[in-house]
């Protein structure tokens, strides 16, 4: 059953019922925005601010896998950004047409792709 189908920014993309119930029996948030066909997202704020997303998105074996993408120059972030290895994202368009720079790569599964104009384009 589609519930929306328009084109242009981060949510919009056709939504499979039964497939939205797998994904969240999966551990999806039911507040995640779909982003591309298998990849996901929803908005993480710290202090009110606007921190970072949860990145979603289906690994080669059909497994929801995630990762936290913070965005650099917030409150958030800057507490980290002493620590070796930390890795914050420039919002170079803010939402709904978000857009991040640069790509991100999964470390558990080694999905890669931009997040532009709310949407996933993979690598
Ligand atoms: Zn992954």
Same mark, same amino acid.
């Given at each position: 059953?589609?519930? @929306?189908?328009? @084109? *242009?920014?981060?949510?919009?993309?056709?939504? !499979? %019922?039964?497939?939205?119930?797998?994904?969240?029996?999966?551990?999806? +948030?039911?507040? #995640?925005?779909?982003?591309? %066909? &298998? &990849?996901?997202?929803?908005? /993480?704020?710290?202090? !009110?601010?606007?921190?970072?997303?949860?990145?979603?998105?289906?690994?080669?074996?059909? %497994?929801?896998?995630?990762?936290?993408?913070?965005? /650099? !120059?917030?409150?958030? @972030?800057? @507490?980290?950004d002493?620590?070796?290895?930390?890795?914050a994202?420039?919002?170079?368009? #803010? +939402? +709904? %047409?978000?857009t991040?720079? +640069?790509s991100?790569?999964?470390?558990?599964? *080694?999905?890669?792709?931009?997040?532009?104009?709310?949407?996933?384009?993979?690598?």
């Amino acid at each position: 059953m589609i519930e @929306s189908e328009q @084109s *242009g920014a981060e949510g919009t993309e056709v939504w !499979d %019922r039964a497939q939205r119930d797998w994904l969240q029996a999966q551990g999806l +948030p039911r507040v #995640a925005l779909r982003t591309g %066909r &298998t &990849t996901f997202m929803h908005y /993480a704020y710290y202090k !009110d601010e606007l921190a970072g997303i949860n990145e979603y998105h289906l690994d080669r074996n059909g %497994r929801l896998c995630t990762g936290w993408v913070p965005f /650099a !120059d917030t409150e958030w @972030s800057r @507490s980290f950004d002493k620590v070796a290895g930390y890795a914050a994202w420039e919002v170079r368009v #803010a +939402p +709904p %047409r978000l857009t991040l720079a +640069p790509s991100i790569l999964c470390r558990i599964c *080694g999905n890669h792709g931009y997040i532009e104009d709310g949407r996933w384009r993979a690598a």
